[in-house]
């Protein structure tokens, strides 16, 4: 077999699920306006409360529990902004005083969200995480005070995968009288994630990130929890998310999350042996590796390493030529070179959070695309360590 592109980067976005393509190449001359009467608007109205009914089966929700959004980040922003609700005019303040207990690993649309909250005179904190990219449980008991207004802690990490205890968080949080928001991007659809046990009031969705399409999300939102829109407008999604809805977009999110259902357990296990067999690996063909993934706290397909004396960039642009693609640490979006602060915030060196790659694997990932890649990693890290005069634990 001759490999010519390899994608490991389904943490940033994943391909169309074929089944989802089918369905909104039948569904594309759906042109109804959903919030129309007529015969145009309701068959477009069925569709999307199709599709409502088919996210909410994955987190086991009710559909009205479910507001399809235009992006996980908008979910994201719709939750935080609430705390500056009172200071919109909103005619429903629902938070009071704005306090936010946060994480210093969310993902930058919390994390930015966050930082313009703080700047409208709400108080923002931040727990620490442990090594593992955990939560620090007596750091959070410790900042989890009565005037916590809302605590938003992700489920489970973008880049190096790691799960949170969110039953013991949300639980604390609920215990305290406050309401709990978790990111669950990159949880739902590769974790069991069950709304009727697990005690949250807001979840985060998005379709890209589970073989649907880009620009379109979802947030649940518990039946009776406090909630102001981030757009206001019409009437559509019961008042809680205002502009025409993505028709489109919805039924491709519907269908992608009817497949997670169908295909996420085995898929896991799958993942999780290849993963095995990767470390094996790559431990085998290459000196002095550091995992920065904890196995069995994470989420199946991801793998984060770093390779001492060497820079992330320099590895993917020189694996991006055989055809291999990965990403490096959170520089992803600015294309910046500052090193991963999720990295740094799990107490790794500057070096190991420069040096940091990660390998997200997916529901296509063969044996064969991980055996090209390893091979294509050894002659990488090999030759860039030559380049650098690297010496096991010296960077010279
Ligand atoms: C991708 C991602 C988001 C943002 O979702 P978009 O739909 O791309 O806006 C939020 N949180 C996490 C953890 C993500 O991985």
Known sequence: ????????????????????????????DEYGNPSSMHQYGRQARQLIEEARSQVAALINATPDEIVFMGSGSEANNTVLSMLTCPLRGCSTPVLGKPR???????????????????????????????????????????????????VSIMMANNEIGSVQDIQTIAEMTKKQGTIFHTDAVQAVGKIPVDVTTLPVDFLSMSAHKI??????????????????????????????????????????????????????????????DLKKYLMSALTSAIEDIH????????????LSLSFPGIEGEAILLYLDLEGIMVSTGSACASGSLDPSYVILSTGQSLECAHGSIRISMGRTTSKEEIDYTVGAFARTVERLRKMTTYTRGVRS
């Open 1 to 28: 077999m001759s490999v010519t592109s390899v994608y490991l980067d389904h943490n940033a976005t994943t391909p169309l699920h074929p089944e989802v393509k089918t369905l909104m190449k039948e569904v594309m």
């Open 291 to 302: 995992f920065i993934s904890d196995p069995g706290r994470d989420i199946p397909g991801t």
């Open 211 to 272: 073989y649907g399409p880009k620009g379109v999300g979802a947030l649940y939102i518990r039946k009776g929890a406090p909630f102001c829109p981030l757009i206001h407008g019409g009437h559509q999604e019961q008042g809680r998310r205002a502009g025409t809805e993505n028709t489109l977009g919805i039924v491709g999110m519907g269908k992608a999350a009817e497949m997670r259902l169908r295909e996420m357990d085995d898929e896991a296990v799958r993942l999780r």
């Open 100 to 150: 936010l207990l946060t994480s210093v690993i969310e993902h930058p649309c919390i994390l930015e969200t966050a930082k313009c909250i703080a700047g409208q005179s709400a108080d923002v904190e931040y727990v620490r995480v442990d090594s593992r990219g955990l939560i620090d449980m007596d750091d959070f008991r410790k900042k989890l005070t009565r005037d916590t207004l809302l």
